[in-house]
C-alpha cells in the first residue's frame, strides 16, 4: 500500500533526495565529516526504493525497457561514480548490495565506467566483509563487462584465491 503519490515520489522527493547527495557528494570536503556520511547512508534507501517502485509502476503500465532505463540512468545514474568515491564502508555496502538493480537497469558503457572501476577498490578492502560482498556483486556485471575488465576481474579472482578468509576463496 503507497502511502504517497507516485507522482509525488517520483517529482518532488526523487529529485531533492538526488540534488541533497550529489551535494554531499561533491563538496570538497562534504564527506570528511562522520555526520554527511550518516546523512549519505540515509538517503540510500528511499532513493533506491523511490526508483525501484518507478520500474515496478512502469512495468506495469507497459512502458518499455529502454524508457525505464532512461529514467534511472538520468535520475541516479551520475551518482553512482561519486557515490562509490565515498570513503565509507556502509556506504559501500549499501550500494554492492543493489548490484543487480543496477545491472538491470544501467546500460553496459556506464556499468563499465561508473560501477564497475570503482567498485573494484573493494576487492583489496581490509574489511573482509566487504571483500565478500564486492565479490558477489560483481557476478551481475560479469556480463556486460568488455573485454579488459574482464580481465582486471580475472586478476582480483586470481589474487582472492589465496585470501585469508574461507567463504571469500569458497566464492571465488
Known sequence: ?????????????????????????????????????????????????????????????????????????????????HLFRVNDRAVRGALLSRMQFFAANLDAPMLNSAVFEPMCSGFSDSSSALRELTLKSAIALVSVLTTANLEKLTRYLVRLQSDPENGIRTNT
Open 1 to 81: 500500500r503507497k502511502t504517497i503519490a507516485p507522482s509525488v515520489a517520483e517529482f518532488k522527493i526523487l529529485p531533492l533526495l538526488r540534488d541533497t547527495l550529489m551535494q554531499l557528494v561533491t563538496a570538497d570536503m562534504g564527506l570528511t565529516q562522520e555526520i554527511n556520511k550518516r546523512e549519505c547512508l540515509a538517503i540510500l534507501p528511499p532513493l533506491f526504493y523511490i526508483s525501484a517502485q518507478e520500474y515496478k509502476d512502469n512495468d506495469t503500465m507497459g512502458v518499455d525497457k529502454e524508457k525505464q532505463q532512461g529514467f534511472f540512468q538520468k535520475e541516479i545514474g551520475p551518482l553512482l561514480h
